[in-house]
Every structure is written in structure tokens, then in C-alpha cells.
């Protein structure tokens, strides 16, 4: 069963920046659509970003376009998230996730993915 580990969340300044890591266990992730969402609390998950297989697609939530880059490598079975000038409303605890069935597309949506990390936290704050 594909597990997924993410990292590289923490303390930021605003207008700062951090770089997640979500590494998969097996290299059969490279044909998922790999998607990272957040959770505030007392909020619903949200869509972030996400990336097709084969890199065919990518889609940014409209509060972070611009700020934010996914990008993976598949050598290492790994897709980050590099956040850029980083806001309050950025705090959240983060997750990466697997969707098996979406043949070169990705989706902002919850349903839409089988497999999840177990989190990380982002704390954007002064």
C-alpha cells in the first residue's frame, strides 16, 4: 500500500518562505496525480495544488497562485510544494495525497484522492 511522508513544515515569518517534501514508498506514484491540501482549524480541508502524472497538469488554489510551485522528481519519489512570501492565513497543517485514477489530471478536490500523509504543520506568524 502506498504510504506518503511529508516534511519541511514550521515557524516562518510572514513574507518568508518554506519548502515541503511529500516522498512516497513505492515509484508507481509517478503515474498519480499527487495533490497537497490544507486544514486550519475550525476549516475545512482545502485544495492547494496539485500535479498530473507525467507533469501534464498542474492547478493552484486562487489564494495561492503566484506564491506557490509544485513540482516533483521522480528519481526520488517525491513532489514539493515551494511556498513564497508566506501569510498568516497560510498557518495550517498540510497533507499530501495519492489519486490513482486520474490518467494525466489532477483535481483541487478531497474525493478525489485514496491516499494520504499524515501531515505537517505550517505556522506563518511574527
Known amino acids: 500500500q502506498l504510504q506518503l511522508v511529508e516534511s519541511g513544515g514550521g515557524l516562518v515569518q510572514p ?3 518554506l519548502r515541503l517534501s511529500c516522498a512516497a514508498s513505492e515509484s508507481t506514484y509517478d503515474y498519480y496525480a499527487i495533490a497537497w491540501f490544507r486544514q486550519a482549524p475550525g476549516k475545512e480541508r482545502e485544495g492547494v495544488s496539485c500535479i498530473s502524472s ?13 506564491r506557490f510551485t509544485i513540482s516533483r522528481d521522480n528519481a526520488k ?12 492565513e497560510d498557518t495550517a497543517v498540510y497533507y499530501c495525497a495519492a489519486g490513482t485514477h486520474m490518467y494525466y489530471q489532477c483535481s483541487g478536490a478531497v474525493h478525489e484522492y485514496d491516499y494520504w500523509g499524515q501531515g505537517t504543520q505550517v505556522t506563518v506568524s511574527s
Open 15 to 17: 513574507g518568508g518562505s
Open 54 to 66: 507525467s507533469d501534464r497538469m498542474t492547478y493552484y488554489g486562487g489564494s495561492v497562485q503566484g
Open 77 to 88: 519519489n517525491t513532489v514539493y510544494l515551494q511556498m513564497n512570501n508566506l501569510k498568516p
